[in-house]
Nanobody
């Protein structure tokens, strides 16, 4: 089992950058594929990005491709999400997730076993 704790959210202006972090407990972090999701008020939780165990392959939602970067540091049991060129529509609670299974499509919520509590990102115009 793994516990996930996100940090790094905040209030920024459009065009700014933020880096979210997700710290994982346990000694098996490197065995998990990691992902980020977000949920805006009144909307369903949606896939943002995912990264494989070694970090060699990453996946992105079309809405963030070219602006967000997912990375991980297995020595620190941490996964990151760099948010660049932020837009007001990026405002949401951002959640970290972990799965022990490999998929060709990481977007379904049901494929993720562990979730963090979320961190709020608010982008003002």
């Amino acid at each position: 089992q793994v516990q996930l704790v996100e940090s790094g959210g905040g209030l920024v202006q459009a065009g700014a950058s933020l880096r979210l972090s997700c710290a994982a407990s346990g000694r098996t972090f490197s065995s998990y594929r990691m992902g980020w999701f977000r949920q805006a008020p009144g909307k369903e939780r949606e896939f943002v990005a995912a990264i494989t165990r070694s970090g060699s392959t990453t996946y992105y939602a079309d809405s963030v491709k070219g602006r967000f970067i997912i990375s991980r540091d297995n020595a620190k049991n941490t996964v990151y999400l760099q948010l660049n060129s932020l837009k007001p529509e990026d405002t949401a609670v951002y959640y970290c997730a972990a799965t022990g299974t490999s998929y060709s499509d990481y977007s379904p919520l049901s494929r993720w076993s562990y979730w963090g509590q979320g961190t709020q990102v608010t982008v003002s115009s």
